[in-house]
């Protein structure tokens, strides 16, 4: 499919445009098709740059969500209409930031992963269950790019043009595979999920932060990562376009004291990291000057379980248990038809093992998984065999 049935829509930029969206959308039927393009990679966060729509009888918008950033009359609009999304995760945030909250949900792509898809993109599920080919190929564009392309702007239509067709297809196939109820609890499960919490110590996930052995090379990773945040944010770009990774790893491992010794290394030699080479100097020194109580520590405290490779020096009981649990779970997976983490949690099965109830009955596995925030289909699927595998191992209460 090259082009969408009625033509590519110009951009909704302005109120009386999306007063005629919002009227023709309300006035429409059936579940409502929704999808967003963001600048990742280009700009800071995660902000829409296009919303795209398309129901029965409305056909298809493309709204601006910079020139409109408050959509909250096209969603009471929509108030009792499913919004079909694929990908829900990836979008619920940049839409809720506009006045976008579904309040029924369908996600083709985990419907795609409960039925056992082995690809779920959007274009592979359409092409394998509609048999069409969607043209694609700018899912990693600039969407903040003003004015967008008509190209692109196609192709952003595109991705909603057979999305409710893609849901009619995907509900008849759960449906027939018993598997409507276990979607529908986890697309509502989607939705009442609350906002994720800002990570503590972001600047922890810097890509290559192993490599950095000590407290006070650690302090440099902190001061500049934190610099260059700033920066990104108040020029509303990328923090990899400010300064990659690479090159806070070098500073935190090298840390020079002068513009000579920066512009030396080898992931500092860019324009683009050179640009404020005198910020990353400053934040090195700062770094050089912290007292050793201020420095930061190795490793954060985590809430849950040690790395699994590390359970058999550790506690080779809990070692045995993983494994035993992680075998029940995949071959449970294998018979339904679904990858392993959909079935149940990684993170659920590492805190099973590592904490198991004092008897690891059916009943107190059901009940401590269910206090984790599995969905009563998968409890009702594995607490039964796990208990069985704990049991076998013999569960020795709370570590």
Not at 173 to 194: D, M, S, Y
Not at 242 to 249: C, E, G, H, K, P
Request: one cysteine or more.
């Amino acid at each position: 499919m090259l082009e969408p049935r009625e033509g590519v829509p110009p951009v909704i930029v302005d109120v009386p445009g999306l007063e005629r969206v919002i009227e023709a959308f309300a006035a429409g039927s059936g579940p409502v098709a929704v999808d967003a393009e963001r600048a990742s990679g280009y700009r800071y966060g995660q902000r829409a740059y296009l919303i795209q729509l398309r129901r029965a009888s409305a056909g298809t918008a493309l709204i601006d969500p910079i020139a409109l950033p408050d959509l909250s009359g096209l969603d009471a609009a929509l108030e009792d209409a499913e919004m079909v999304l694929h990908a829900a995760n990836q979008d619920l945030p940049c839409l809720a930031e506009v006045g976008l909250v579904p309040r029924r949900l369908f996600d083709t792509e985990l419907a795609g992963r409960l039925l056992g898809y082995p690809r779920v993109g959007l274009g592979s599920m359409v092409e394998n269950i509609l048999g069409f080919v969607l043209e694609k190929g700018h899912s990693a564009a600039d969407w903040s790019t003003r004015p967008l392309p008509e190209d692109w702007l196609r192709y952003a239509a595109l991705d909603v043009e057979l999305l409710v067709e893609l849901r009619d297809e995907l509900d008849a196939r759960l449906r027939a595979a018993g598997k409507l109820e276990w979607a529908l609890e986890e697309f509502a499960a989607i939705l009442a999920t609350p906002p994720r919490a800002p990570r503590p110590d972001p600047w922890r996930r810097t890509s290559g932060i192993h490599r950095v052995r000590n407290r006070r090379a650690l302090a440099v990773v902190r001061e500049v990562w934190e610099t260059r945040d700033r920066i990104a944010q108040e020029r509303d770009l990328s923090p990899g376009r400010v300064l990659q990774d690479a090159a806070i790893v070098e500073l935190a491992l090298n840390t020079p004291k002068n513009t000579a010794e920066l512009q030396a290394l080898p992931a500092l030699r860019n324009r683009g990291a050179r640009r404020h080479q005198s910020a990353w100097l400053r934040a090195v020194s700062r770094a050089r000057a912290l007292p050793d109580r201020a420095l930061p520590e190795a490793n954060l405290p985590g809430d849950g379980p040690p790395p699994a490779h590390r359970w058999a020096e550790r506690d080779p009981e809990a070692a045995k248990r993983l494994t035993a649990a992680r075998a029940v779970v995949a071959a449970l997976a294998d018979e339904h038809t679904m990858p392993s983490e959909n079935l149940l949690q990684p993170d659920f099965v590492r805190r099973l093992a590592w904490t198991p109830p004092e008897e690891c009955t059916p009943e107190a596995i059901r009940s401590a998984l269910l206090t984790l925030g599995a969905r009563a289909w998968q409890v009702g699927l594995v607490a039964k065999p796990l208990a069985k595998a704990l049991q076998r191992v013999e569960c020795k209460g709370d570590r």
